[in-house]
């Protein structure tokens, strides 16, 4: 029986995992090794640790769990249901485990546009959070990919980090008063499908269009929707909120007792110094859980 099991050993995940055992808790990390942020080069805005590799920095959280005895496995968690006072959690290798809390930290898949040539590109020059790669494409020309509302905010937002911006409705209508707002501040708008992103080696070099002329650029981001990245929190009953993310308190508990999620599968500012830090809280509150159990009135 263990105290916790983690499910999913990204910055959430880890940062949990680390503070538990420290916290001396018998904590399991359970991971199956396809993170976020695996097509990245380099992961920023996380001080002291700014351009690193994310497999890099998850290495080195991995080695600082070992003085912890926090016991690690590459194996995805199939199934988890509850079991007496705790959950019972199923491997996709057919072993069992159980722990008296549950830490979800699975994060969340984006949805990649479904645009020739664009995955090729993701991670090198086509990407989703300009926060965390704006700043390597300041002042280069830079395309928006997007529908609706979003696609023209992200448009509008790209502006802080160059001047040279379109946005990219592949195929969908913009309103006329944003086609205005995006003229006013020097956004052009292409609404002709996209036939594929020409590339070399994943470095963009041009988008080309069914009818429209190609459009010569260096990067762009892309607004999508996404799912979660495992299906255990719906299934133990968790309630989720209006952007299909789980409802989650303040120190990352569930309306399910004893189930806890932090990091992108819970909130809305999905940037790993955030992850690793609702993974500590989530850690916080279920040592203080546990020591309720423990300690006498």
């Not at 928006?144 to 040279?164: E, F, H, N, P, Q």
């Not at 269009?209 to 260096?218: G, N, R, T, V």
């Not at 309720?292 to 009135?297: C, G, K, V």
Request: hydrophobic letters at 40%; glycine letters at 10%.
């Amino acid at each position: 029986m263990f105290d916790v099991i983690v499910v999913g050993g990204g910055p959430a995940g880890l940062s949990a995992a680390l503070m538990l055992g420290r916290c001396r808790r018998k904590v399991l990390l359970c991971d199956e090794g396809k993170p976020r942020n695996r097509h990245s080069h380099a992961l920023h805005g996380y001080l002291t640790r700014d351009g690193i590799e994310p497999s890099e920095l998850n290495a080195i959280g991995r080695r600082e769990l070992e003085k912890y005895d926090v016991a690690c496995r590459a194996v995805h968690v199939a199934a988890a249901d509850q079991a007496g006072e705790g959950f019972r959690v199923t491997f996709a290798d057919g072993e069992v485990d159980h722990s008296k809390y549950l830490l979800i930290a699975t994060g969340v898949v984006d949805d990649i546009p479904k645009v020739a040539g664009l995955r090729e590109c993701y991670g090198r020059s086509v990407f989703h959070c300009p926060y965390c790669d704006g700043w390597e494409r300041r002042d280069q020309r830079i395309a928006a990919l997007g529908r609706g509302k979003s696609g023209v905010l992200l448009a509008l937002s790209l502006r802080t980090w160059s001047s040279r911006v379109v946005l990219l409705t592949d195929g969908a209508r913009v309103q006329e008063n944003s086609l205005a707002r995006l003229a006013r501040n020097g956004i052009g708008a292409v609404t002709d499908r996209i036939s594929r992103f020409v590339h070399d080696e994943g470095q963009l070099s041009a988008v080309e269009f069914d009818s429209h002329e190609a459009l010569e650029l260096d990067a762009v981001f892309f607004t999508a929707t996404q799912h979660s990245r495992c299906d255990i929190a719906e299934i133990l009953g968790c309630a989720f909120n209006r952007k299909g993310t789980v409802d989650t308190g303040t120190l990352s508990e569930t309306n399910v007792p004893g189930v806890f999620v932090a990091g992108d599968a819970s909130r809305d500012a999905q940037f790993v110094v955030v992850a690793a830090a609702e993974g500590v809280k989530a850690a916080l509150a279920i040592n203080q859980a546990l020591q309720r159990e423990e300690l006498r009135p």
